[in-house]
């Protein structure tokens, strides 16, 4: 069968996008320049919303078996707590965030693979590639010096925030590309008296110190590094690491047997396109964060899944298939661009130096946490659940008033049933059985799931996306324009039927 997509990178960005296209029956090849897949920890936080979409892949489940429940973050200054962030009134099956090192993520992704008989080609890297009218001409090149080439439909850049796909496409960023500095260490940390499943960030004039609970008195602490003059990042050492956690933290912690050092420089970034032609990005080769947040690798996998669907219904022939792919940048761009703009808030407000300001903060601070409807507001923000496609060019029409999600909203799971997707690439229609809703069902049958979902209001009809998010809506009696709307992207072999 020939390679429908070539993903360059198997981290977990690529794992997840290997395994979403596989599942929606598309030939795909994943090659990777490493011998072996890592063993360090590196990202760590799964978010809520992130767990409901790899739901599709049954793999959420033993992620939360072998991960550890984080269900707070609180926002400190020095020894006070300015605010206390829980997630347990979240809408979600998984009301946390999932503490889990990147080597265990993708091991599971790697073994749910093999399941399949999706293997990775391990020291092969991209050499270069033509896009042309109808595809990709790719020159692979193994370690052992063979060098091939293989065509394809697609070519994904999966390969990280050096990526050489980017680079080979000279595509730019928008906005500054800023640089920052960090520590990292996993180490014991003597003298902690925090709840661990509690994470703790720190404001501080000098930069961000973060205390991440890794389970039996060990902690990940990660640190911000004022930008020296070196085209280096900072040697890590212990006394370096020591001393901004003294300067910063709440006094009295002590870091003992560190067993993992390290230090990054980021250069954090939002490329103006994730596409060019038949190439895509995603994960960091499209975006790079400030980790203040742990949001890259979920940025990631939700890159991964977004994209997916839509390459899936192109590949069947679907009729508007420029606005499917074109969509990809629109979505995912802005969504990036919105933790950028997050980030950049946050590190503001935490780095003031004047004492009368960081005063203020403080005492504005506690009053901004102490409401409860903000501090949800804050949560489902930190677990992308309130994030989605508002101004998406796929966002249908929706009677207005209309209670409940509207199109670009994310559709809140239901715990006992299956995730939307898990049926391929397909939309849902959440309805009660009339009729109408029947001969749209029918008509649509190979579009739409076979089954219908209960809707969020009596008498509403919502299509929902492959991805989880509200495509279109409506009353009962409007299930014309939600006709309308799936016609756009019938695939082209179903219209004469």
């Known amino acids: 069968m020939a390679t429908k997509v070539l993903i360059v990178g198997a981290g977990p960005v690529g794992l997840t996008l290997a395994a979403e296209l596989h599942r929606f029956g598309l030939e795909v090849r994943l090659i990777d320049k490493q011998p072996a897949p890592t063993t360090q920890s ?140 960090w520590l990292i260490a996993d180490g014991t940390l003597e003298g902690a008296a925090f709840p661990e499943d509690e994470l703790l960030s720190f404001w501080h004039e000098d930069g961000f110190l973060g205390l991440f609970p890794l389970g039996q008195g060990q902690y990940r602490v990660i640190a911000e590094v004022p930008r020296g003059a070196g085209t280096q990042p900072i040697t890590p050492d212990l006394a370096g690491m020591q001393s901004r956690l003294e300067a910063r933290g709440p006094g009295g912690l002590r870091l003992i047997n560190p067993r993992w050092f390290s230090s990054f420089r980021i250069h954090e970034r939002n490329m103006a396109d994730y596409r060019q032609g038949h190439v895509f990005l995603v994960g960091d080769a499209a975006h790079v964060f400030n980790p203040v947040g742990a949001q890259g690798l979920n940025m990631g996998i939700q890159d991964a899944v977004n994209l997916a669907w839509k390459l899936a219904l192109v590949a069947a022939g679907t009729v508007n298939a420029e606005a499917l792919l074109e969509s990809y940048t629109a979505e995912r761009h802005v969504a990036a661009a919105q933790v950028v703009a ?156």
């Open 42 to 181: 590196r990202a760590l936080f799964l978010w809520s919303r992130t767990l409901e979409q790899l739901d599709r892949l049954h793999l959420s489940g033993e992620m939360v078996a072998l991960g550890r429940k984080i269900r707070a973050v609180n926002v400190m200054a020095g020894h006070s707590r300015i605010g206390h962030i829980g997630f347990a009134g979240t809408d979600t099956p998984y009301p946390f965030a999932l503490l889990l090192p990147q080597a265990q993520t993708e091991r599971l992704l790697i073994d749910h693979l093999a399941a399949q008989g999706v293997f990775i080609e391990r020291a092969t890297e991209l050499a270069g590639f033509e896009d042309g009218p109808t595809g990709v001409t790719a020159t692979l090149k193994r370690d052992s010096g063979e060098s091939f080439q293989l065509t394809t439909d697609w070519l994904v850049g999966a390969d990280g925030a050096a990526s050489f796909v980017r680079r080979a496409l000279g595509l730019s960023s928008t906005g500054a590309a800023l640089q920052s500095d």
């Open 342 to 497: 997050e980030t950049g808030r946050a590190e503001a407000v935490a780095l003031l130096r004047s004492p009368t300001l960081r005063l203020a903060r403080n005492l504005l601070g506690g009053l901004f946490f102490g409401l409860s409807p903000l501090r949800k507001s804050v949560a489902e923000s930190l677990a992308k659940l309130s994030t989605g496609y508002d101004q998406s060019p796929l966002n249908g029409p929706c009677a207005a008033p209309m209670p409940g999600p509207q199109p670009g909203d994310r559709m809140p799971p239901h715990p006992n049933a299956a995730p939307i997707g898990a049926h391929g690439p397909r939309f849902a229609l959440f309805a009660d059985p009339s009729r109408a809703v029947m001969a749209v069902q029918q008509e649509f049958a190979a579009m739409l799931e076979p089954a219908l979902r209960p809707p969020p209001q009596p008498g509403g009809v919502w299509l929902v996306r492959p991805d989880g998010y509200v495509a279109a809506c409506g009353a009962d009696g409007e299930l014309n324009r939600l006709a309308d709307y799936l016609r756009r992207f019938q695939p082209l072999n179903q219209l004469a039927g």
